[in-house]
């Protein structure tokens, strides 16, 4: 199973897309603040970050440039009411979905950018594993 990071600041939709990736077989970790995210990205262990584009503090385009910064490997998908967004705030993210959108493109997308790597788990005992041999 996949694990999701949701960054986004309505809670509604945090609650509502939350439920409808969790019942898609994700496992689903959500933060409402981009700054807040940040901070956390650096503890937690995903599999990919699903991020909105607007925020208050940070755009989803600049959240996701600290990402790359902590964790180049993990997909980044980028979500708004934009149909299009200018290919600079585009750069860093591994897709993007705006206005006119599918919610099944979306979960299809985010099954294809997770599927071709292992889970955070797996990830996470190879890493404890190897801590413990030295």
Same mark, same amino acid.
């Given at each position: ?7 986004? &600041? @309505? !809670?509604? +939709? ?5 439920? $409808? %990736?969790?019942? +898609?077989?994700?496992?689903?970790? #959500? *933060?409402?603040?981009?700054? &807040? *995210?940040?901070?956390? +990205? ?6 990919? !970050? ?27 998908? %980028?979500?708004? &009411? ?15 979905? /705006? ?5 099944? &493109?979306? $979960?299809? #997308?985010?099954?294809?950018? #997770?599927?071709?790597?292992? @889970? ?7 890493? #404890?594993? /190897?801590? /413990?041999?030295?």
């Amino acid at each position: 199973m996949a694990t999701v990071f949701y960054v986004g &600041d @309505s !809670a509604r +939709c945090r609650r509502l897309l939350s439920s $409808v %990736l969790t019942e +898609c077989g994700f496992e689903v970790i #959500t *933060a409402a603040d981009p700054v &807040d *995210a940040l901070q956390r +990205c650096m503890e937690l262990l995903f599999d990919l !970050a699903l991020l909105v584009y607007q925020m208050p503090s940070l755009t989803g385009s600049q959240l996701a440039q600290e990402i790359r910064f902590f964790a180049p490997h993990i997909p980044v998908v %980028l979500i708004s &009411d934009h149909a299009v967004l200018p290919a600079s705030e585009l750069m860093l993210v591994d897709a993007h979905f /705006g206005h006119g959108s599918s919610l099944d &493109d979306l $979960v299809e #997308t985010m099954r294809r950018l #997770t599927s071709s790597k292992p @889970s955070s788990r797996a990830h996470r005992r190879s890493v #404890t594993a /190897g801590r /413990g041999s030295t």
